[in-house]
């Protein structure tokens, strides 16, 4: 499919800039809404789930939190169409609104033991809500973008909105972290988390005001001043044999291999950390901070290198790292924080034991704290509270254990560095991925066309990777248990890679169907 040839009005510098800068603002703040969920799962699995059951209520969370990337291509349909009809400003204006107010009010939300089942049906609900908004929001912003930029220079200038996402990462982890240490640990636990949801609506704020300055497109606003937009961009989009080609092999030979290397290298990575490794808090969104911080240029890096040598080689190399590399990483971060390996500081260890009375001065909490240090400067800390009843025939509840891994300085930079080769595979495959998607489409229905692809391979491949991730782990882990309670072997010996094989599975599909299928075009010369 050609693409209607259209002139390009020329743009100075200055005003490029502001609509980077504009554009990229507003799409860093919607990706901090709908990431702080994701950082704060953890905490949120006990604030909205029963506590009876903590890896159901994790897994309920996260599911939560998936449902938020499973509407997110109905979300690039309406608004897409939306976008197409009656401009590319207004549009992602709505989506910003719709975001901010969503994130917002899951803040305010009570928890489960004041409402019970109304609060994680509320949260769903606002989480459909953010899905949807954010579904508009990435193609238009990159739509816009990408119409103001000048010919052979697409991949470096959409390369800055391709760094506002893990910048929402960041973003979302620096707020969340510098609210903890403010409020303390206890106090974060109970309200302090609602802090960072609540001061979404500052943020939003600030980018709607901004964004109400922007003007149209030049790209649009030329097709709508000569009557040549598209009356049903849905009908063209996917109801054309040519174009529907088009959305498919977008999907399958890019954006769902691209999708699950980006959840895995910075959202699966952190919760693996936390999860599998156990190591503390602060210390772990302070590993997944700096590494993102230190790759973030490369975004801008490989958007702009692949102006030059074209795209598909740049996102297949990231695709191809991630299948290869995966397993090998994660085994060395398991090591990194396996105490088996360790030399244990014997006479450090400290065992300090507390007993709470329930008020009927019957039931009582033991509260057992263990502390130990090993010779390379780990630190370890098990807390475990044991409920014990009054009443002898009631079945005793199992203890609550908290394990805590503080790592010492020289594996604390290894792991940093793991992450880091991790958040370098995801700036591969995109920081070319929006220049290589408005190249596909014509004007008249870019919006909705790149939306679409885009949406259902980071939304739904990418957005489930830390629920099936964990639940592959959960599955292998019960099994585990099952065998050795049973006197036999574990079953799967390294359980805590086994939710590698759900990115990498569908990172080599997308490989061998970008290799076979995709253009190697470096700019869209052909296209406009």
């Known amino acids: 499919m050609i693409a209607e040839p259209i002139s390009k009005p020329a743009t100075g510098t200055k005003t490029l800039l502001s609509v980077i800068g504009a554009s990229s603002l507003g799409t860093l703040i919607e990706w901090y809404d709908f990431y702080i969920f994701g950082s704060l799962a953890a905490i949120l699995s006990t604030q909205f789930f029963p506590k009876d059951n903590p890896t159901a209520a994790l897994l309920s969370t996260l599911a939560t939190f998936a449902a938020g ?25 709505v989506t910003l609104v719709l975001m901010g107010g969503s994130t917002f009010f899951i803040g305010l939300i009570p928890g489960y033991e004041s409402i019970g089942y109304w609060a994680p049906l509320l949260v769903l609900i606002l989480r459909l809500v953010q899905g949807l908004a954010l579904g508009g929001e990435y193609g238009g912003a990159a739509t816009y973008v990408a119409e103001y930029a000048p010919e052979g220079r697409r991949g470096y200038y959409t390369s800055f909105i391709q760094t506002t996402a893990t910048l929402g990462l960041f973003v979302s982890l620096g707020v969340i972290v510098a609210t903890r240490q403010i409020v303390g640990v206890e106090e974060f636990a109970k309200w302090g988390w609602r802090i960072p949801f609540v001061l979404s609506a500052l943020l939003v704020g600030v980018s709607i005001y901004i964004r109400l300055k922007m003007a149209e497109s030049p790209l649009f606003s030329k097709l709508k001043s000569e009557g040549k937009t598209s009356k049903n961009p849905l009908a063209e989009s996917f109801g054309k044999r040519e174009n529907l080609k088009m959305v498919l092999l977008a999907l399958f030979g890019a954006t769902m291999g691209q999708g699950v290397i980006w959840y895995t290298g910075q959202f699966y990575a952190l919760s693996f950390i936390q999860k599998a490794c156990n190591v503390e808090f602060v210390q772990s969104n302070i590993i997944v901070a700096v590494a993102l911080l230190i790759a973030t240029p490369f975004f801008v890096v490989f958007g702009g290198w ?22 090998p990483i994660y085994q060395k971060m398991y090591s990194l924080t396996n105490l088996k390996e360790k030399q244990e500081m014997t006479d450090q260890t400290k065992v300090d034991v ?70 370098l595979y995801v700036t ?49 882990t019960k099994a585990n248990e099952t065998a050795v309670a049973a006197g036999n072997a574990p079953v799967v010996p390294e359980a805590y890679l086994e939710g590698l094989w759900y990115p990498i599975l569908v990172a080599s599909v997308c490989f061998v169907i970008g290799l076979l299928y995709l253009s190697n075009r470096a700019t869209a010369a052909n296209r406009e």
């Open 69 to 93: 990337f499973i509407v997110r291509p109905f979300g690039a349909l309406v608004f897409g169409r939306l976008g197409d009809l009656v401009g590319r400003k207004y549009t992602f204006l």
């Open 306 to 327: 692949s102006d030059r040598i074209g795209r598909k080689g740049i996102m297949l190399a990231g695709m191809a790292l991630g299948i290869m590399t995966y397993r």
């Open 354 to 423: 507390k007993r709470v009375l329930a008020p009927n001065n019957a039931d009582s909490l033991i509260t057992t704290t263990t502390t130990k240090v090993f010779a390379d400067g780990t630190a370890y800390k098990e807390v475990s509270k044991q409920t014990l009843l009054a009443e002898t025939t009631a079945e005793t509840p199992k203890p609550e254990v908290v394990k805590t891994v503080i790592m010492s300085t020289s594996d604390l930079i290894m792991m940093i560095f793991l992450v880091l080769l991790q958040v």
């Open 428 to 476: 591969m495959v995109y920081g070319p991925i929006a220049a290589f998607l408005v190249e596909l489409f014509p004007t008249r229905i870019r919006y909705t066309s790149m939306s679409l692809p885009y949406h259902i391979g980071n939304g739904v491949f990418g957005g489930l990777v830390p629920f099936i991730a964990t639940a592959l782990v959960a599955t292998a």
